[in-house]
């Protein structure tokens, strides 16, 4: 069963709910998500279809490694039919994430505007789950009519910081980035080494990234007196 996205505050349906909805339907996958990252690298998820999907998406960001992130680097779908068969050798520490949610098979698409790569479009099945030319067709097509309407919905957000976000796509993850620039003021390192700080604290603490970020933006931690600072 499909589950709906949720509407925005104002009762209108979502375009981008309902582009990230038409990954499950016309591709038969059990979830979907849609994020977007900027020039700067930043990232943006701004449509997920479960909570399942939403909790994929955010181990990926929180870990660094995963199908989103292999699309990242190689602009290129990343597949992957059966975890338990070739997924441990590719993304080992998401993979053990992945099959706690109940996921067997994962699937990334790049989003693109022209040649520019402005987002990623994740997929997963509960089950293995075969692909043929058609499927990843039908995903090509479908990430690229997403891109546009991605992006915008993403700048409205970052220009109306008061505007209430989707449950599952809460990660327009101003904390995080919050929490970046002031991890590089504190130790005078660059955007990508503060990121990294906090994708380590998180991991070896064993608690979700965000909510380091927001003990850091609250004050309540700091990276100075850490001893790998």
Not at 17 to 41: N, P, W
Not at 131 to 150: C, E, K, M, T, Y
Not at 187 to 200: N, V
């Amino acid at each position: 069963m499909v589950r709906r996205t949720e509407p925005p505050a104002d009762g209108v349906p979502s375009l981008v709910d309902a582009l990230c909805a038409s990954f499950v339907t016309e591709l038969g996958v059990s979830g979907a998500s849609i994020s977007v990252v900027s020039f700067r690298g930043t990232q943006s998820a701004v449509s997920s279809s479960d909570a399942t999907a939403a909790r994929a998406e955010a181990i990926q960001f929180a870990m660094g490694e995963g199908p989103h992130w292999e699309v990242l680097s190689t602009r290129e779908p990343a597949i992957c039919p059966d975890i338990d068969a070739e997924g441990e050798t590719r993304w080992p520490f998401f993979i053990e994430q992945a099959r706690a949610l109940g996921i067997r098979a994962c699937f990334a698409f790049p989003m693109l505007m022209g040649s520019a790569l402005v987002g990623v479009a994740d997929l997963y099945s509960t089950t293995p789950r075969a692909i043929n030319d058609d499927f990843v067709d039908r995903a090509w097509h479908l990430a690229g009519r997403a891109a546009s309407p991605s992006v915008q919905r993403a700048m409205h957000s970052a220009a109306h910081h008061a505007s209430e976000e989707s449950r599952r796509a809460p990660a327009l993850r101003r904390e995080v980035h919050q929490a970046t620039g002031m991890i590089l003021a504190q130790l005078g390192i660059s955007a990508t080494a503060a990121f990294a700080r906090l994708q380590g604290h998180a991991f070896v603490s064993g608690r979700p990234i965000e909510e380091i970020a927001r003990a850091v933006v609250l004050g309540q931690l700091s990276f100075v007196d850490m001893p790998d600072a």
